[in-house]
T-cell receptor, first 116, second 113 residues
Framework: DTGVSQNPRHKITKRGQNVTFRCDPI?????LYWYRQTLGQGPEFLTY????????KSRLLSDRFSAERPKGSFSTLEIQRTEQGDSAMYLC??????????????FGQGTRLTVV | DAKTTQPPSMDCAEGRAANLPCNHS???????VYWYRQIHSQGPQYIIHGLKNNETNEMASLIITEDRKSSTLILPHATLRDTAVYYC??????????????FGSGTRLSIRP
């Protein structure tokens, strides 16, 4: 499967614990996005990378959240000191930008986080 | 904030054409209209996009009005597997910070047998 891969698919954690999710984008895709989606809502933008550079972070991304894309390939999203309100689906997407042109973004299946 | 307005829900009979409307009255001249859908518990799936001309691919057709203030996604022969939330999105062509995809609430399409 050459699509966007996210691991784990499901994560249950106790409040206060740290969690880390991984996203492997489609190879050659230089742009990578993270989104969060709660029940009944559309995905909300969190942050995106152009290669290894994190170019934008939403105000939704509190200090407890950090994302990295160290070599411009896979990315990790870490949540420290999880709270029940962090329970959501975390989606990763990737796209290719050719010069200045956008292309469609492809999404992974998401990681569903449940904080108990 | 999303720049599009969609009805919260629609239904359609299996085998019939599903026509999903979208209003984007503040669209800029160079912004594209994108459609994605999200089947339950899966990530959003790209369907189609267009600028001003009508577009068709193996999944759907996109009809954009001449003034570009609204568009319609057409699924020509809806099946039960087309039951999903459909998102209409406006997006600039250039790979700038504004090119992130901003989702609204979408339209929940139910296909009845």
């Amino acid at each position: 499967d050459t699509g966007v891969s996210q691991n784990p698919r499901h994560k249950i954690t106790k409040r206060g614990q740290n969690v880390t999710f991984r996203c492997d984008p489609i190879s050659e895709h230089n742009r990578l996005y993270w989104y969060r989606q709660t029940l009944g809502q559309g995905p909300e933008f969190l942050t995106y990378f152009q290669n290894e550079a994190q170019l934008e972070k939403s105000r939704l991304l509190s200090d407890r959240f950090s994302a990295e894309r160290p070599k411009g390939s896979f990315s990790t999203l870490e949540i420290q000191r999880t709270e029940q309100g962090d329970s959501a689906m975390y989606l990763c997407a990737s796209s290719e930008t050719t010069g200045y042109t956008n292309t469609e973004a492809f999404f992974g299946q998401g990681t569903r986080l449940t904080v108990v | 904030d999303a720049k599009t307005t969609q009805p919260p829900s629609m239904d359609c009979a299996e085998g019939r054409a599903a026509n999903l409307p979208c209003n984007h009255s503040t669209i800029s001249g160079n912004e594209y209209v994108y459609w994605y859908r999200q089947i339950h518990s899966q990530g959003p799936q790209y369907i189609i996009h267009g600028l001003k001309n009508n577009e068709t691919n193996e999944m759907a057709s996109l009809i954009i009005t001449e003034d570009r203030k609204s568009s319609t996604l057409i699924l020509p022969h809806a099946t039960l597997r087309d039951t999903a939330v459909y998102y209409c999105i406006v997006r600039p062509p250039r790979a700038s910070s504004a090119s992130k995809i901003i989702f609204g609430s979408g339209t929940r399409l139910s296909i009845r047998p």
